[in-house]
């Protein structure tokens, strides 16, 4: 039961430098999205899709480009990284929007020295 | 703006306590759903609500939608460490896209 797999699990990067989050589902899940969670801002959605070929901003996507080649797969880049990008990562899949069950990741946890 | 205020912000109590936590918004929705995360871990859905003055029980959890579905409530009997975790509500806007927003969650401590 794979269900949503993130890697990696940590990483630390240094200003500027980039790096991709990969996020596969084994669900066939049509929708898919990232989330970033920061202490006491709960989780904000930064990228989602409804299908292959298909993505959309959410309400923090400035500095990630997502893509979505396959219905599997929704990798997010983080392009030239910055420490306000620190925070752990969640990539999520459910079945439609709205009420369906969000399946999410375990998280990657990700540092910006 | 937060769309969803979720309070307390933090709650920590005995076992065996009773405890309610909220999530207010001023806009309607369309549905509602409560997921808990455990430290490390992926938030996991415990329940959705559909309809206005919607109750749904989980065991020792009740969960409540309000009647103008712009609220919702989980109330927790006699808690156990077991249900320590941050509680977050996630709600669907009518109309528009569906997405769905968090509210900032509620971080409850059991202590044994």
């Known amino acids: 039961n794979a269900g949503v797999t993130q890697t990696p699990k940590f990483q630390v990067l240094k200003t500027g430098q980039s790096m991709t989050l990969q996020c596969a589902q084994d669900m066939n899940h049509e929708y898919m999205s990232w989330y970033r969670q920061d202490p006491g801002m709960g989780l904000r959605l930064i990228h989602y899709?409804?299908?292959?070929?298909?993505?959309d901003q959410g309400e923090v996507p400035n500095g990630y480009n997502v893509s979505r080649s396959t219905t599997e797969d929704f990798p997010l880049r983080l392009l030239s990284a910055a420490p306000s990008q620190t925070s752990v990562y969640f990539c999520a899949s459910s079945v439609g929007q709205g009420r369906n069950t969000i399946y999410f990741g375990e998280g990657s946890w990700l540092t910006v020295v | 703006t937060q769309l969803l205020e979720q309070s307390p912000q933090f709650l920590s109590i005995q076992e065996g306590e009773n405890l309610t936590v909220y999530c207010n918004s001023s806009s309607v929705f369309s549905s509602l759903q409560w997921y808990r995360q455990e430290p490390g871990e992926g938030p996991v859905l415990l329940v959705t609500?559909?309809?206005?003055?919607e109750v749904k029980k989980l065991k020792r959890l009740t969960f409540q939608f309000g009647d103008a579905r712009k609220d919702s409530s989980l109330h927790i009997t006699a808690a156990q460490p077991g249900d320590t975790g941050l509680y977050l509500c996630?709600?669907?806007?009518?109309?528009?896209?569906?997405?769905?927003?968090f509210g900032k969650g509620t971080k409850l401590t059991v202590n044994p």
């Open positions: 899709s409804v299908g292959a070929g298909i993505t």
């Open positions: 609500v559909v309809t206005g003055g």
């Open positions: 996630a709600a669907v806007t009518q109309g528009g896209s569906e997405k769905l927003v």
